[in-house]
């Protein structure tokens, strides 16, 4: 294969300002071209494509570090697929993707099909980017967040106002509990199936004083590769639910806060979940917890704790009891 980041330093060094292409001589079929375009210090490549043929917005994306844009051509006798790396940082990986891009569609003759390919390339090296830019949320993290957003797709499942719903979603905003309803609230754990411990982050977590009701639900279950129930489709899914844009909006941001990109949720359908069971537990007088209160000296905070849920059977509720318990 032909060194195409060698092409790249040589056009870094001798582009100052402008913009610099040079036409690929494979694939033989298509007009393909690697540039540099100097006042943004960025790597690009490009296809070019007859201006009749349209490119399917799902096409045009955005993910760490990359963006690719459908750019006229100064002469308007074509469209020009442009893949911009804007991080240079990436200048490594960015060369092993468009390489792979190039090895792609090396037999490819027409641009309509070269775009087919180069999407599906796109769609597979997007998931590396993230996992190497830091930009994916760990497992845990995903596991916890998932567990969330079935709690939520429950609640908005069997409340009629949508809106006070997604607003009682808290946890995106490192609040001490998740949802907080009325004056009531809930602290969601997930785990995988097996483990009958519940990690308590701090002393507040469970502290039922100030609550007419605090709820803890534990989630269990099980992760498998290549299953429907991601967190991918149960994000979907919820859009689906919210239907009302301004709501579809607004859950949007707060999956950013959680830490999610929108411009780039496929990564999170890697791992799909099997729900082996959802308990509801009201954090009363009795339950296992440690209060701010009841610390013995004031030095003493940010106290993390876990709780044997296997023995906490006399305090569970059922699901009927727990949604009745947030209106």
């Known amino acids: ?148 957003l079935l709690i939520l797709k429950l609640l908005l499942d069997n409340k009629e106002n949508k809106d006070i719903v997604l607003k009682s979603w808290v946890g995106p905003n490192s609040s001490n509990q998740d949802f907080t309803l009325n004056e009531n609230a809930v602290e969601v754990k997930t785990s995988k199936a097996g483990n009958p411990s519940v990690f308590i982050s701090n002393e507040f977590q469970l502290d039922y004083c100030n609550w007419k009701n605090l709820f803890l639900a534990v989630i269990s279950l099980n992760e498998s590769v290549g299953s429907n129930d991601s967190l991918y489709h149960l994000i979907i899914n919820i859009q689906d639910t919210l239907l009302n844009y301004d709501l579809i909006s607004d859950f949007e941001e707060k999956l950013e806060l959680a830490g999610v990109d929108i411009k780039a949720m496929e990564l999170y359908d890697e791992i799909g979940y099997y729900v082996k069971s959802i308990k509801y537990y009201r954090v009363e007088d009795g339950f296992p917890v440690i209060l701010k209160g009841t610390l013995q000296h004031e030095a003493l905070f940010n106290v993390k704790y876990q709780i044997d849920i296997t023995q906490c059977n006399s305090f569970e509720k059922s699901e009927d009891q727990f949604l009745k318990g947030l209106i």
């Not at 007859?50 to 993910?63: A, G, T």
């Not at 002469?75 to 792979?100: A, G, M, P």
């Open 1 to 148: 294969m032909m060194e195409i980041n060698k092409i790249w330093t040589e056009q870094e060094l001798n582009s100052g300002k402008t913009i610099v292409r040079e036409k690929l001589p494979e694939p033989k079929n298509l007009s393909c071209y690697i540039g540099f375009i100097g006042f943004t210090e960025s790597r690009i490549f490009e296809l070019d494509i007859d201006s009749k043929i349209e490119i399917h917005p799902n096409y045009l994306s955005k993910f760490k570090g990359v963006e690719i844009q459908a750019i006229p051509a100064m002469d308007n006798s074509c469209i020009r697929y442009t893949i911009i790396l804007n991080d240079k940082s990436l200048t490594d990986i960015f060369v092993l993707f468009i390489e792979d891009i190039i090895k792609e569609i090396k037999e490819i003759t027409t641009p309509k099909d070269a775009l087919l390919i180069i999407n599906q390339r796109v769609t597979y090296w997007k998931k590396l980017f993230g996992k190497i830019t830091g930009e994916v949320l760990s497992k845990e993290r995903q596991r916890g967040l998932y567990g969330e």
